[in-house]
Antibody, heavy 120, light 108 residues
């Protein structure tokens, strides 16, 4: 069964750090670009970052550039998001998602999401 | 960055109604557009990719059309399980990958 499962969310103070993980199963993880997408409470979807299948390429939304780092471990079928210097506006549900193909970044598989709350 | 504008932002409809949602891009994106359905507390689900290709397992009452800057998602006969929020997303020109603001479909 094709599946993505996120973990690592929680409550953190402004300026703090958190590392999210996403465990993939049921497909050849190393074949796919992966993304993190977030959704603030009651708001729409915002793409955060993506990483190519071999980790050669990464990109970030301007809102997180310089603070967040995406990475993956294909041997462990895992995707990560290191979040530093967190701000209140980073509060959101964070989803990991699979891009369909390297040149078609529509997201066909999503995790259930993990909640990140940044508050003092 | 390419902006996607969805309209309407919300609508009320009855079971059996034909529903159309539009998505306008700030510049041409060819057919590189996807549509998602999201129910409360759940992850989004891919419905349509490449503007008009139906994702496997998605009911045929969902259809997409358009290219360039103007796109539509149509539900031919609204079912109770279709009440949700719908988002468009472009993947022609990135980063950033961008989403529309969403359209909430509610029960009349």
């Amino acid at each position: 069964q094709v599946q993505l499962v996120e973990s690592g969310g929680g409550l953190v103070k402004p300026g703090g750090s958190l590392r999210l993980s996403c465990a993939a199963s049921g497909f050849t993880f190393s074949d796919y670009y992966m993304s993190w997408i977030r959704q603030a409470p009651g708001k729409g979807l915002e793409w955060v970052s993506y990483i190519s299948s071999s980790s050669s390429y990464t990109n970030y939304a301007d809102s997180v550039k310089g603070r967040f780092t995406i990475s993956r471990d294909n041997a462990k079928n895992s995707l990560y998001l290191q979040m530093n210097s967190l701000r209140a506006e980073d509060t959101a549900v964070y989803y990991c998602a699979r891009g369909q193909y390297y040149d078609r970044q529509a997201f066909d598989i999503w995790g259930q999401g993990t909640m990140v709350t940044v508050s003092s | 960055a390419i902006q996607l504008t969805q309209s309407p932002s919300s609508l009320s409809a009855s079971v059996g109604d034909r529903v159309t949602i539009t998505c306008r891009a700030s510049q041409g994106i060819s057919s590189a557009l996807a549509w998602y359905q999201q129910k409360p507390g759940k992850a989004p689900k891919l419905l349509i990719y490449d503007a008009s290709s139906l994702e496997s397992g998605v009911p045929s009452r969902f259809s997409g059309s358009g290219s360039g800057t103007d796109f539509t998602l149509t539900i031919s006969s609204l079912q109770p399980e279709d009440f949700a929020t719908y988002y468009c997303q472009q993947f022609n020109n990135y980063p950033p990958l961008t989403f529309g603001g969403g359209t909430k479909v509610e029960i009349k």
